[in-house]
Every structure is written in C-alpha cells, then in structure tokens.
C-alpha cells in the first residue's frame, strides 16, 4: 500500500535552515506521473502547498517563498528532500508530504503523510 | 495564484442534517477541484477530486457538484464522524492553492 512518511528536527532556531525528509513508499517518484508535494499548516490554520517535485525532476514552488524553498528527491533511495532556509517563528508548523499523481484523480493529493510538527524557537 | 474562497468559515449543526459548503475560485478551474477532511490532529483525507467524484471508501453521504468558479460540498444525513474542517483545493494550475477552511461541528 501506498504511505508516505515524514522525518526532520521537532525544533530549529531562528535563521537556521530546516531539512525535511519525505520516505514514499508503494509507489515509485521514477514511475510516469508520480509526484510528491510538501504542505504545511500553522497551528489552527490552513494548508498551504510549499513545493513538489515530478517524476521528471521538474520543480515547483510557492510563490511567496521561493527564494527560500530547495525541493529533491533521491528516486533509488524513494525520498523526497525539502529545505527551507532562513527560519523564522511565523514558520512553526505541521509540515505533510503527500502524493500527486497525474494518472489518477484529477491531480489530488490522494496520500499523505502523518505530518511532522516543527517549531522555530530561540 | 488562484485564490480559493470558503464560506462559511465554521458552522454547527445536528446528527441527521444536510450541510453544505461552497468553494469559489477567483478565476475559472474547470472541474480541478478537490475536497479534504481534516479531523483533529490527523492529516487530511481526500473526500472528492474532480469536483464530484468520490474517492474510494468513502460513505456516499458525501457529494460534491460544481465546474468554473463555483463549487459546493454536502453532506447528507450528518454523522458524529463527520466532525472535522473541511478544505478545498484546486488543482488547476500551480502553485496549488487551499481555501481557508469550514469547521464543521456537531
């Protein structure tokens, strides 16, 4: 079956980059139409896409914080990277990865993970 | 970007009752929408994509209808489960955009 899991530092200081780690499993991101986005959500806000990546290493991003959003993948290893530079407490969060596929569904987001809280705090 | 609209931001309702909740685009999307719950302190789950299509497994007393700008959920015959906030997304162009959210309570 198909999960996706998310892994990364609960805590980072301001100014710090956070990396993010999204393990897939189920699927392969080396399969035709496979995709993997990262979407975070504040505490008792709502979601927000922040990047994905394709099966082609194509790359999308936020607009409002693509300078400061690296995403990649490692297809043989089936994880996805994010990084976020710069960090700052506004950016304290649950943060999801979750899969897109362009075979199915419209191209929803039909898998996520379970999410991984982060907190930018001195 | 486009930007999604929800109304209402939270409503309270009964077990039995019909619910409803609009989703509005500020440019067309064709039948790019898709419906999330979100259930406290769990992930979202997917309900409908294409705007009508309900994914698999779940009860049919959820539907969405809708094509362009204008979109809506419902849910027939409102069960304890369904307590939850409810999120639409379009899947039109990217970035992919949410909208803020309905809390449904019972």
């Known amino acids: 079956q198909v999960t996706l899991r998310e892994s990364g530092p609960a805590l980072v200081k301001p100014t710090q980059t956070l990396t993010l780690t999204c393990t897939i499993s189920?699927?392969?991101?080396?399969?035709?139409?496979?995709?993997v986005s990262w979407i975070r959500q504040p505490p008792g806000k709502a979601l927000e896409s922040l990047a994905r990546?394709?099966?082609?290493?194509?790359?999308y991003y936020s607009t409002s914080l693509k300078t400061r959003l690296t995403i990649s993948k490692d297809t043989s290893k089936n994880q996805v990277f994010l990084t976020m530079t710069d960090m700052d407490p506004v950016d304290t969060g649950t943060y999801y990865c979750?899969?897109?596929?362009?075979?199915?569904?419209?191209?929803?987001?039909?898998?996520w993970g379970q999410g991984t809280m982060v907190t930018v705090s001195s | 970007d486009i930007q999604m609209t929800q109304s209402p931001t939270s409503l309270s309702a009964s077990v039995g009752d019909r619910v409803t909740i609009t989703c509005r685009a500020n440019?067309?999307?064709?039948?790019?929408l898709n419906w999330y719950q979100q259930k406290p302190g769990r992930a979202p789950n997917l309900v409908i994509f294409?705007?009508?299509s309900l994914q698999s497994g779940v009860p049919s007393r959820f539907s969405g209808s809708g094509s362009g700008t204008q979109f809506t959920l419902t849910i027939t015959s409102l069960q304890p489960g369904d307590l939850a906030t409810y999120y639409c997304?379009?899947?039109?162009?990217?970035?992919?955009?949410f909208g803020q959210g309905t809390k449904v309570e019972i």
């Open positions: 189920g699927f392969s991101l080396g399969t035709t139409g496979m995709c």
């Open positions: 990546i394709d099966w082609d290493n194509e790359k």
């Open positions: 440019q067309t999307i064709s039948n790019f």
């Open positions: 979750a899969r897109m596929s362009y075979t199915s569904g419209w191209n929803a987001f039909d898998f």
């Open positions: 294409g705007a009508s």
């Open positions: 997304q379009q899947s039109y162009s990217t970035p992919r955009t």
